[in-house]
């Protein structure tokens, strides 16, 4: 919650910076803990003290917190799927194996429905992007004060950085996305040839019927194609970050009413209940979304006819 030493806006700021690694420039004034301005003297790798040197550190930072939990999460999902399927039982299954069962069940008919071409690789990659994202996701459950300061108490720093909602980190959605429109790309080129992806880039939504009108629509074809190739990836990540992102707004303007007195904190006690229950369906519904959308976009590239 947030401290009677902490403003309202220097908390909702902290809940959301990242715990930032980079390169800050030689010359650069950091402040310390005193309020004393130290240059440095050479370029140096550090963890970033405030959003500001966050934001100096530029495109080559780290976001150690999206990193740590992101990678945690995948290791609990690959160790408990590969643990249960070395345990799995003809008999009566335990409550455990049912789930996980159910979740495979459900994604290869997702998939089935979907996807209409002949790709082993397909079912696999939704498995493991709607369970990954659920997980990620469900962390916005966890209350926003638990951790970090569980983490300062841990690091002795009171303003210690740590975020543990990895999909509220646009770095962790975008590049989710970004890794999908390659492999859409890969398959793309792969199905069609790579005279075949050109085409489909320049030859359409306007066929040009000869060759003279093809050299005024092909540069209108190429650049409305461009711009609907590149936004799938951007809007993939981005819808992804935002409703989490905003989802953990809400529970860090709840959170801060904790503080305001008796009857706030109790009205509080009753949002945040209430926003959790709403925010399950948010959680799994952007998992879905996520991992249709990618499956989609699988067999939009596997798909050769001509149009």
């Known amino acids: 919650m947030a401290g009677d030493s902490q403003s309202s806006s220097d908390y909702i700021i902290h809940h959301l910076t990242n715990l930032t690694y980079g390169k800050l420039p030689a010359g650069y004034g950091r402040v310390d803990s ?12 550090t963890i970033a003290h405030n959003p500001q040197e966050a934001s100096d550190m530029g495109f080559m ?25 070395k345990r799995m039982t003809a008999g009566v ?21 979907t996807f209409h071409h002949k790709n082993a690789m397909i079912a696999p990659l939704a498995l493991t992007i709607f369970v990954w994202v659920l997980l990620m996701n469900t962390m916005d459950l966890v209350p926003v004060d638990w951790l970090p300061v569980l983490a300062a108490k841990l690091t002795g720093d009171p303003h210690f950085y740590f975020k543990v909602v990895p999909t509220t980190d646009p770095n962790v959605t975008l590049g989710m996305a970004f890794t999908v429109f390659g492999l859409m790309i890969f398959f793309s080129i792969q199905k ?21 009108v093809g050299l005024i629509l092909v540069p209108i074809n190429l650049f409305l194609e461009s711009i609907a190739l590149i ?12 409703n989490l992102y905003a989802g953990e707004m809400i529970f860090i303007l709840i959170a801060i009413m904790f503080g305001a007195g008796l009857f706030l904190g109790a009205l509080a006690g009753v949002l945040q209940w209430a926003w959790a229950v709403f925010h399950i369906l948010v959680i799994a519904l952007q998992a879905f979304v996520f991992m249709v959308l990618t499956v989609v976009y699988m067999g939009m590239a596997h798909d050769t006819d001509e149009h």
């Open 231 to 242: 936004a799938k990836p951007i809007s993939l990540g981005l819808r992804l970050f935002g």
């Open 93 to 113: 299954p335990s409550g455990l194996q049912s789930a996980l069962e159910m979740v495979i069940e459900f994604i290869d008919t997702t998939v089935k429905d």
């Open 34 to 45: 005193h309020g004393d301005v130290q240059t440095l003297s050479a370029d140096t790798w």
């Open 61 to 85: 930072a780290i976001h150690l917190d999206s990193m740590f939990w992101s990678i945690l999460l995948g290791f609990l999902f690959v160790f408990t799927f590969s643990r249960v399927a």
């Open 192 to 212: 069609k040839g790579f005279m075949g992806f050109v085409k489909e880039l320049t030859l359409h939504p306007f066929t040009p019927p000869n060759f003279a």
